[in-house]
């Protein structure tokens, strides 16, 4: 069996994948698991949907910017991700180091599919 081509039914397939990770880790081992982790997945979401549309919207136009145009997007997210956080623990929060831990393992897992898409996309994109 292979994954769609289509790469929003690949999101929403890896987005699936990790709700039903956390779902298991809270069952399993809710010591792990920090209680926003659902704001971090929701961001994370968001962020990578909207970075993705960006893309699409700036490969389209200006399609020989591709190297640019996918560090534009790493930045991005870094930048937003360093926003998040910050906002996020400013206030106090209990458990910071649990809250970080889970926001790197998330920002991971969405990482390894831009990459995963980058790849993929390398071969139809060059000339």
Same mark, same amino acid.
């Given at each position: 069996?292979?994954?769609? @081509?289509?790469?929003? +039914?690949?999101?929403?397939?890896?987005?699936? #994948?990790?709700?039903?990770?956390?779902?298991?880790?809270?069952? &399993?081992?809710?010591? *792990?698991?920090?209680? @926003?982790?659902?704001?971090?997945?929701?961001?994370?979401? *968001?962020?990578?949907?909207?970075?993705?549309?960006?893309?699409s919207?700036?490969? @389209?136009?200006?399609g020989? %910017? $591709?190297?640019?145009?996918?560090? &534009?997007?790493?930045?991005?997210?870094?930048?937003?991700?360093?926003?998040? +956080?910050?906002?996020?623990?400013?206030?106090?929060?209990?458990? *910071?180091?649990? $809250? *970080?831990? %889970?926001?790197?393992?998330? $920002?991971? $897992?969405? &990482?390894?599919?831009?990459?995963? #898409?980058? &790849?993929? %996309?390398?071969?139809?994109?060059? @000339?």
């Amino acid at each position: 069996m292979s994954l769609p @081509k289509n790469v929003h +039914i690949r999101f929403l397939i890896l987005t699936a #994948a990790l709700i039903l990770l956390i779902f298991v880790l809270q069952f &399993l081992i809710p010591v *792990i698991v920090h209680p @926003k982790i659902w704001e971090i997945v929701g961001f994370m979401v *968001i962020l990578s949907f909207l970075i993705s549309l960006l893309n699409s919207f700036l490969l @389209k136009s200006f399609g020989e %910017n $591709f190297f640019q145009i996918m560090v &534009l997007a790493m930045i991005l997210r870094f930048i937003a991700s360093l926003v998040f +956080i910050g906002i996020q623990v400013w206030p106090g929060m209990e458990n *910071i180091i649990l $809250f *970080i831990g %889970n926001f790197f393992v998330v $920002f991971l $897992f969405y &990482l390894v599919f831009d990459i995963y #898409a980058f &790849l993929s %996309n390398l071969r139809p994109i060059s @000339k």
